[in-house]
């Protein structure tokens, strides 16, 4: 399909475990962002890559969260030394260079770390 | 900074009838974009409608229109014939990327009912 894809769709983890979430946004879309969903906080902005570099790291909850974006494509975000209060849903969205015709969602990885 | 607030947790409405969902917001800025999307259980989010600031004619896509009232700082959704397939968490988002960056600023999401 040519919409925005995310893998894997659940992951589950135990507590200290590093790991990589993906993000295959829809062709040609320039901006990329994360965000994250936590029952009972709503939506979380994490971070925006226009092209492979980050602007706007200002939403990263911790330097155990990082991410990267190759190719002007795919990113990963990384989170190093999962706790239990990341658990949440991380969504990936992509848009056109600037994003007032809206951001287009993938539907997301649920995280669970045990 | 800027704040989106979706004052009803949940609402319920009976298949076929109207619903308007309430959001305001809070900005000083004078050219923005508002958006609305729909979350249903399969979490995936998807872009219900958007409104250009500068523009006062509220927008419309089938089923779906808002009531855009910039002085007041409102924009509420109201959606006609509702459908089973309706039901869903709905969030009201901001955008000002002009200066403050790209990302949308949400609300905390408003669940939908229906009723057959």
């Known amino acids: 399909g040519a919409g925005v894809s995310q893998s894997p769709s659940n992951k589950v983890t135990e507590k200290g475990k590093d790991v990589e979430l993906r993000c295959d946004p829809i062709?040609?879309?320039?901006?990329l962002y994360w965000y994250r969903q936590s029952l009972g906080q709503g939506l979380e902005f994490l971070i925006y890559?226009?092209?492979?570099?980050?602007?706007?790291k200002s939403g990263l909850p911790s330097d155990r969260f990082s991410a990267e974006r190759t190719g002007g494509s795919v990113s990963t975000l990384t989170i190093q030394r999962t706790q239990q209060e990341d658990s949440a849903v991380y969504l990936c969205?992509?848009?056109?260079?600037?994003?007032?015709?809206?951001?287009?969602f993938g539907p997301g990885t649920r995280l669970t770390v045990l | 900074a800027q704040t989106v607030t979706q004052s009803q947790p949940e609402m319920s409405v009976q298949e076929a009838e109207t619903v308007t969902l309430s959001c305001t917001y809070d900005?000083?800025?004078?050219?923005?974009?508002l958006f609305w999307y729909k979350q249903p259980p399969s979490r995936q989010m998807i872009l219900v409608i958007r409104?250009?600031?500068?523009?006062?004619q509220n927008a419309t896509e089938n089923r779906f229109s808002v009531n855009f009232q910039k002085a007041a700082k409102s924009f509420s959704l109201k959606i006609s014939d509702s459908q089973l397939g309706d039901a869903a968490m709905y969030f009201c988002?901001?955008?000002?990327?002009?200066?403050?960056?790209?990302?949308?600023?949400f609300g905390g999401g408003t669940r939908l009912m229906v009723k057959p």
């Open positions: 890559f226009q092209g492979n570099s980050a602007p706007d």
């Open positions: 062709s040609g879309h320039t901006a």
């Open positions: 900005t000083s800025e004078s050219d923005y974009y």
């Open positions: 409104q250009e600031a500068y523009k006062q």
């Open positions: 969205a992509s848009s056109l260079s600037r994003g007032q015709g809206g951001q287009f």
């Open positions: 988002a901001y955008w000002s990327g002009w200066d403050a960056g790209n990302m949308l600023t």
